[in-house]
């Protein structure tokens, strides 16, 4: 069974930083395609970003420029790099683990981690 547990969260001022890491285990990660969502109150799950197998990412347009996607393999784990962070980047963060078939599909989420950018 996938495991898949985010850390790095936590409060911010806007034009900062930070990054969060999600760690995962019971799966073949290196065969996997992971991402990163985000919801914020009263909103929809939104993807950010996502990296296939062999390291191909996209980016939704509201962090492209700003966020950065990455994969350690040998640690088994995925990196969410957010700079010039934006009061509008305020959400809980999920992990995932999914498969490319045109589009990426989360399949395994993790427990989330907060976010907050704020003066």
């Known amino acids: 069974q996938v495991q898949l547990v985010e850390s790095g969260g936590g409060l911010v001022q806007p034009g900062g930083s930070l990054r969060l890491s999600c760690a995962a285990s019971?799966?073949?990660?290196?065969?996997?395609?992971m991402g990163w969502s985000r919801q914020a109150p009263g909103k929809e799950r939104d993807l950010v970003a996502d990296?296939?197998?062999?390291?191909?990412?996209n980016y939704a347009d509201s962090v492209k420029g700003r966020f950065t996607i990455t994969r350690d393999n040998a640690k088994n784990t995925v990196y969410l790099q957010m700079n010039n962070l934006k009061p509008e980047d305020t959400a809980v963060y999920y992990c995932?683990?999914?498969?490319?078939?045109?589009?990426?599909?989360?399949?395994?989420w993790g427990q989330g981690t907060q976010v907050t950018v704020s003066s």
């Open positions: 995932n683990q999914g498969f490319h078939s045109g589009i990426y599909h989360p399949i395994d």
């Open positions: 019971g799966g073949i990660f290196s065969l996997n395609a």
């Open positions: 990296i296939s197998s062999n390291g191909r990412t």
